[in-house]
């Protein structure tokens, strides 16, 4: 997060005031932390691939209990139906 916040001022520095330098270390931090940040996103994608396969899950279990409980509702309420 520091990093970025450095790379961010460098590369205001090297637009702002014409700074070569600043932009030649803007873009040397910025490659520098590409790695530690394209792993973090993986992480964070892993994180919500299991969460997404969690919820899934639940889901599946709702919608079977659910049919289990409504079949024979439905039944019984068709034999009922028919009484009348």
Request: one cysteine or more; a positive charge; charged letters at 30%.
């Amino acid at each position: 997060m520091c990093d970025h916040l450095l790379a961010d001022c460098d590369r205001a520095a090297a637009h702002l005031l014409g700074d070569t330098t600043a932009a030649v270390r803007a873009e040397t931090l910025r490659s520098r932390t590409a790695a530690t940040r394209y792993g973090m996103v993986r992480r964070q994608c892993r994180a919500l691939a299991k969460a997404d396969a969690v919820l899934a899950g639940h889901r599946d279990r709702f919608e079977q209990r659910r049919r289990r409980l409504t079949v024979p509702a439905q039944a019984a309420m068709a034999g009922y139906d028919t009484v009348g």
